[in-house]
């Protein structure tokens, strides 16, 4: 299952650019469920795409495996200028995943970078690092902590339990701490419930893109049909940051209901590549879902045999 061969066979489907992006993306995160330096390294080789989209999901895909042979690449791309802020905020936030503390020093540098997406990313990651340092290990393995159920390296850990109203004014209070503002993401996240679902819809209206990104992304995660009119009125929103858009459309994808549908195809021609292509990969997502054939949102391969 996870031999040279196959990863091989793979990675070259993922790196071949004369593909549809689907179909690489569908590669990818087939190499994030193998795993091991292979599969890294063939992950690594795409950054040179000419698709922000692509670039920042393999970012991402190697934060989510948590494998410390990951961090050179991700350290190149974080300091590349020339790679898009998504890409590079992704790389910073990947860093954050692994946890390693060898990368401190590296993230707090920059948490001062001139892009504001990319500074707060290596702000929140620094956080995390630090927590895990602290009392990061002594919380998960008391409980204090709830258990994130979706099984995502998150970039903050969740606050530890309060009520849905409580997280809502942490969570909208734009003079607290970015981190501590996650942590009230996240615990709304684990609630799953419509009320934390309208919570964290609100926190769409919120000022800076890295949050409201954020927060399309967890309610992606929440797949709950409550989320679909604040995410469709992200997604519409044309003068929002891309980076917005492109989650609000996977988001949509994720939750799969009949209106999504329609707004993903309306969406696959925006003059915003990588709104474009979100709502390519999103509607492929939901095919593939409906069909039985893939599940991206655990990256499992279901093969015939």
């Given at each position: 299952?996870?031999?040279?061969?196959?990863?091989?066979?793979?990675?070259?489907?993922?790196?071949?650019?004369?593909?549809?992006?689907?179909?690489?993306?569908?590669?990818?995160?087939?190499?994030?469920?193998?795993?091991?330096?292979?599969?890294?390294?063939?992950?690594?080789?795409?950054?040179?795409?000419?698709?922000?989209?692509?670039?920042?999901?393999?970012?991402?895909?190697?934060?989510?495996?948590?494998?410390?042979?990951?961090?050179?690449?991700?350290?190149?791309?974080?300091?590349?200028?020339?790679?898009?802020?998504?890409?590079?905020?992704?790389?910073?936030?990947?860093?954050?995943?692994?946890g390693d503390p060898v990368v401190l020093d590296l993230l707090k540098e920059y948490s001062q970078d001139p892009v504001v997406e990319v500074a707060e990313t290596c702000q929140l990651a620094v956080c995390r690092l630090e927590w895990l340092q602290s009392e990061g290990d002594k919380q998960l393995e008391d409980g204090s902590t709830d258990k994130n159920p979706y099984c995502s390296v998150d970039p903050a850990p969740p606050a530890v339990r309060k009520s849905v109203s409580e997280l809502?004014?942490?969570?909208?209070?734009?003079?607290?701490?970015?981190?501590?503002?996650?942590?009230?993401?996240?615990?709304?996240?684990?609630?799953?419930?419509?009320?934390?679902?309208?919570?964290?819809?609100?926190?769409?209206?919120?000022?800076?893109?890295?949050?409201?990104?954020?927060?399309?992304?967890?309610?992606?995660?929440?797949?709950?049909?409550?989320?679909?009119?604040?995410?469709?009125?992200?997604?519409?929103?044309?003068?929002?940051?891309?980076?917005?858009?492109?989650?609000?459309?996977?988001?949509?994808?994720?939750?799969?209901?009949?209106?999504?549908?329609?707004?993903?195809?309306?969406?696959?021609?925006?003059?915003?590549?990588?709104?474009?292509?979100?709502?390519?990969?999103?509607?492929?997502?939901?095919?593939?879902?409906?069909?039985?054939?893939?599940?991206?949102?655990?990256?499992?391969?279901?093969?015939?045999?």
């Amino acid at each position: 299952m996870d031999s040279v061969q196959q990863v091989t066979a793979v990675g070259q489907v993922l790196v071949d650019q004369s593909l549809d992006l689907t179909q690489r993306f569908r590669a990818l995160f087939t190499l994030k469920n193998l795993g091991g330096i292979e599969a890294i390294e063939w992950i690594s080789k795409a950054f040179t795409d000419e698709s922000a989209l692509l670039k920042h999901e393999l970012a991402y895909c190697l934060g989510q495996m948590q494998d410390k042979h990951a961090i050179p690449a991700l350290t190149a791309v974080l300091k590349d200028t020339q790679q898009e802020p998504m890409v590079r905020h992704e790389a910073g936030e990947a860093l954050g995943a692994i946890g390693d503390p060898v990368v401190l020093d590296l993230l707090k540098e920059y948490s001062q970078d001139p892009v504001v997406e990319v500074a707060e990313t290596c702000q929140l990651a620094v956080c995390r690092l630090e927590w895990l340092q602290s009392e990061g290990d002594k919380q998960l393995e008391d409980g204090s902590t709830d258990k994130n159920p979706y099984c995502s390296v998150d970039p903050a850990p969740p606050a530890v339990r309060k009520s849905v109203s409580e997280l809502r004014s942490i969570l909208l209070d734009e003079s607290l701490p970015l981190f501590e503002r996650y942590r009230a993401m996240f615990a709304l996240r684990n609630l799953g419930n419509k009320e934390a679902v309208l919570a964290l819809g609100d926190g769409l209206q919120c000022s800076g893109a890295l949050f409201r990104h954020e927060i399309g992304y967890v309610l992606g995660q929440m797949q709950h049909p409550a989320a679909v009119p604040a995410l469709r009125a992200a997604l519409e929103l044309s003068d929002e940051n891309p980076m917005v858009r492109h989650e609000a459309a996977e988001a949509l994808g994720s939750i799969g209901k009949e209106e999504c549908l329609t707004v993903l195809q309306h969406y696959c021609g925006d003059k915003e590549r990588v709104v474009k292509e979100s709502c390519e990969v999103a509607l492929d997502m939901l095919e593939y879902e409906n069909s039985d054939q893939f599940q991206y949102a655990d990256g499992l391969v279901r093969l015939q045999g």
